[in-house]
C-alpha cells in the first residue's frame, strides 16, 4: 500500500463520518400528501421564502460538497495507481 493510498483513504473516511453526522442532523422533510391539504399545510413559510440562508440549506450544501468530495476520492483511488505503476 503507498502513502497515496493511505492518505486518500483516511480522506474517504473522514468525509464518509462527515456525510452521516451532516445526514443526522438534518430534519426530516414535511410530507406533501393529502394529509397537509387537510391540516392546512403551507408551502409559503419564512423557511421557504429565505431557501439558502436556513440551517437546513446550509446542511444540504455541505452534505452535496462532501458527496462530490468522497466521489471524486473514491475515482482517483481508483484510477490514479494504475497510471503511477
Given at each position: ?19 452521516i453526522?451532516?445526514c ?10 393529502m394529509?397537509?391539504a387537510?391540516?392546512?399545510g403551507s408551502?409559503?413559510?419564512?423557511y ?5 440562508r436556513?440551517k437546513?440549506a446550509?446542511l444540504?450544501?455541505l ?6 468530495i468522497?466521489i ?13 505503476d
Amino acid at each position: 500500500m503507498g502513502t497515496l493510498e493511505i492518505i486518500g483513504g483516511v480522506l474517504i473516511l473522514i468525509s464518509c463520518l462527515l456525510i452521516i453526522v451532516l445526514c443526522l442532523m438534518q430534519d426530516q422533510k414535511q410530507q406533501q400528501n393529502m394529509t397537509s391539504a387537510l391540516g392546512g399545510g403551507s408551502n409559503d413559510s419564512f423557511y421557504g421564502k429565505n431557501e439558502g440562508r436556513t440551517k437546513e440549506a446550509i446542511l444540504n450544501k455541505l452534505t452535496r460538497n462532501l458527496a462530490i468530495i468522497f466521489i471524486v476520492l473514491t475515482l482517483a483511488i481508483n484510477i490514479v495507481p494504475n497510471f503511477i505503476d
